[in-house]
């Protein structure tokens, strides 16, 4: 599937009245959200969902690099709480990850041994690590990872379907304040699009699904992309809801 660029028709599962919307305040440098589609909530501003682009700055959208010695050994960071987060990699005599302050993970590794594979799966081995921070290698994950001060990683997670079109692509730098009167993302239970080459199907759900653009839900992860999660409720067995994704942002 392709991601939309203009907008369509908000497909609620249950009555659209009563359907729950929240307000977001600010719309993200360059970001096209077309009415009906899916959005991220970047750092507390709106932007397009779309797999995590490692070639932009945390502040135009793209999560928060650690370089490593080569390409392969660079590290990307984000979070998915709601509340701030920060990280550290640290020099020591071995691989290690604390936890003891409540707002950080700080990851001790071997200079010039550990590489960013070993510090990936340390975090998604670690129970409260891997609650706190989203962790990718940049390239193969085999090159040798670097050391970074503490430091704030973005808040990456789902936001909703906006109700209104969004155009900031004539900002390509500057993020602007959303109209009052524009911002409305609907959130709950909603129907996307399932990916033709990697469909959600009915065997699989309930469970967890990826998004892999404003409309489109896959089944599995897709090359090296990085997707955001997503609960998937149901396929749609009839009617207009046919084949349909059912998701639930909460």
């Known amino acids: ?8 028709t908000v497909q609620f599962k249950g009555a659209p009245a009563l359907a729950p ?18 959005a991220f909530d970047h750092n507390g501003r709106a932007m397009q969902a779309a797999p995590l682009d490692i070639t932009k700055s945390v502040a135009l959208g793209g999560p ?3 370089a490593g010695t080569t390409v392969d050994g660079d590290l990307y960071f984000y979070s998915s709480l709601g509340r701030p987060m920060s990280v550290s990699l640290v020099n020591g005599a071995a691989l290690a990850i604390s936890t003891l302050a409540a707002g950080s993970v700080v990851i001790t590794i071997v200079s010039g041994t550990t590489t960013a594979n070993q510090v990936v799966a340390a975090v998604q081995e670690h129970a409260v690590a891997s609650q706190r921070i989203n962790v990718f290698p ?4 085999a090159g040798i990872a670097g050391v970074q ?27 602007q304040p959303i109209p009052i009167d524009k911002s409305e993302f609907a959130y709950g239970r909603l129907w996307m699009l399932p990916d033709t080459t990697n469909p959600v199907t009915d065997t699989m759900t309930p469970g967890v699904g990826l998004v892999l653009d404003n409309v489109t839900i896959s ?24 084949g349909l994704v059912c998701v639930r942002i909460d």
């Open 64 to 66: 928060f690099k650690v």
């Open 138 to 141: 940049g390239g193969t994950g």
């Open 219 to 242: 089944s599995v992860p897709v090359g090296s992309a990085q997707l955001l999660p997503i609960v998937i409720d149901e396929i749609g067995q009839s009617g207009e809801y046919a």
């Open 1 to 8: 599937m392709a991601a939309r660029l203009t907008g369509c």
């Open 149 to 175: 001060s503490l430091n704030a990683i973005p808040r990456i997670r789902l936001l909703g379907v906006s109700m209104f079109d969004l155009d900031n692509t004539g900002n390509p730098t500057t993020d």
């Open 21 to 38: 919307r929240r307000q977001k305040a600010t719309i993200l440098a360059n970001a096209l959200i077309p009415r009906g589609t899916m």
